[in-house]
């Protein structure tokens, strides 16, 4: 079988490509991916020289080198996205022509070449924010209400994926997952920055009051859930993808970094809060457990000390993702917003 990853060099992408070789050894993979400042071939250093992987550099958005790369494909499997919520609130535009343009520029070219199955990796923001101390929880039948540019496109990017099954028959799969988080996370998001930060003698940012809660995911899961997706062979439907059972807010994930660390409290800093911040996500992922037998394997404890040895090692990968253009981020981001209150 031949299988397209788009944005195979980034976060989740990357540790897809290596479990999708390891785990499938005859398959043929091939990986689009722009390299945006999110794509690193550092990534998959230790995949790059197997005879059974191919890497194309090449846009979402241009339906030529897209038609190239999708030529005897069977499968797709689509990563590639503007990711960060926070850059979506400073710069839009591009979230809105690669997450749902060159969605549909996929989907055009995988029904053109009579792709077998079209997986789309989606999110849990697409459903909104919950109420703190609630019992409720995202599910498949939660209406969409995104409330940020990045969670917006996303939501155009599986109404489309929808719309190409309903209408032109392409068989899909969409997967809506909560925060992922382990080796080779960009750090911008929270728990790298946290960890890299402090690696660095500065402080972990908390944005507001630090009660805000995601549902954290360690990455290997979230690959073994879309693999399981794929080889179930169901299409025209989609699957919540969650990783806790209990609520954990910012400030206490921020808590146990420091924990494992052993660093005291005072390594944590108030800052101005995201625009629109959702304040709580929680994912019901018993759909998948019933039709599928998947269930989170790694315990948060677990897997932010494996992530924090990850880092620990790996200062390299790291330093150089946070050098150049990472720091013109920062300083927007953070240093700049302080400096203007
Ligand atoms: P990432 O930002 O680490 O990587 C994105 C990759 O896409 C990069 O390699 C980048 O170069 C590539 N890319 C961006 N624009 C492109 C374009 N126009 N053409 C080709 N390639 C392009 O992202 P991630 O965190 O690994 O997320 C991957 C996918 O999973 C995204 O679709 C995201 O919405 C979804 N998702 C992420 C999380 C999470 O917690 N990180 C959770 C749920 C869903
Ligand atoms: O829920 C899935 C989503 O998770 C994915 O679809 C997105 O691609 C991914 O980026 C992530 O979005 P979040 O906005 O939830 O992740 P982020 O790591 O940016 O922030 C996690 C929480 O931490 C959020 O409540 C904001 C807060 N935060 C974040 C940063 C970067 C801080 O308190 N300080 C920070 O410096």
Redesign the pocket.
């Known amino acids: 079988m031949k299988v397209l990853i788009t944005g195979g060099a980034g976060f989740i992408g990357s540790h897809f490509v290596r479990y999708w070789l390891k785990n499938h050894p005859d398959d043929e993979v091939v990986n689009l991916d722009l390299l945006t400042y999110a794509g690193n071939l550092e990534n998959l250093l230790d995949i790059e020289k197997n005879p059974h992987y191919t890497f194309i550099q090449g846009d979402i958005r241009d339906p030529q080198a897209v038609d190239k790369a999708m030529a005897g494909v069977n499968l797709v499997v689509h990563f590639a996205?503007e990711?960060?919520?926070?850059r979506s609130i400073m710069e839009p535009a591009n979230f809105v022509t690669t997450n749902v343009v060159g969605t549909q520029v996929l989907l055009e070219s995988a029904l053109k070449h009579q792709v077998d199955h079209f997986h789309h990796i989606?999110?849990?923001?697409v459903f909104g924010s919950l109420e703190l101390n609630t019992p409720e929880k995202f599910n498949e039948t939660t209406p969409y209400d995104p409330r940020?540019p990045?969670?917006a496109a996303?939501a155009g990017s599986d109404h489309l994926v929808r719309a190409y099954g309903e209408t032109f028959g392409l068989p899909y799969t969409i997967s809506n997952?909560?925060?992922?988080y382990g080796p080779y996370h960009f750090p911008?998001?929270?728990?790298p920055?946290?960890i890299t930060n402090l690696l660095e003698g500065k402080k972990?940012?908390?944005?507001?009051d630090?009660l805000?809660?995601?549902?954290w995911l360690f990455v290997t899961d979230h690959c073994r859930a879309i693999d399981l997706i794929i080889l179930s062979k169901k299409t025209m439907t989609t699957y919540c993808v969650g990783g806790l059972q209990k609520d954990h807010s910012?400030l206490e994930?921020?808590k146990m970094i420091l924990q494992i660390m052993n660093l005291p409290e005072d390594r944590i800093e108030f800052?101005t809060d995201?625009l629109g911040?959702?304040r709580r996500?929680s994912v019901d992922w018993s759909k998948i457990n019933q039709d599928l037998g998947w269930s989170p394997s790694v315990t948060l404890e677990e897997g932010l000390k494996l992530t924090i040895k990850w880092y620990q090692q790996n200062t390299v990968w790291w330093k150089r993702v946070k050098s150049g253009q990472y720091q013109e981020y920062y300083q927007k981001?953070?240093l700049d917003r302080k400096n203007n209150e």
Do not use: M
Request: negative net charge; hydrophobic residues 30%; contains cysteine.
């Open positions: 996205a990711t960060h919520v926070d989606s999110t849990d923001e940020s990045y969670s996303k997952c909560s925060n992922n911008e998001k929270f728990i920055l946290a972990i940012p908390i944005y507001g630090g805000n809660v995601r549902d910012n994930i921020a800052v995201r911040h959702d996500y981001q953070y």
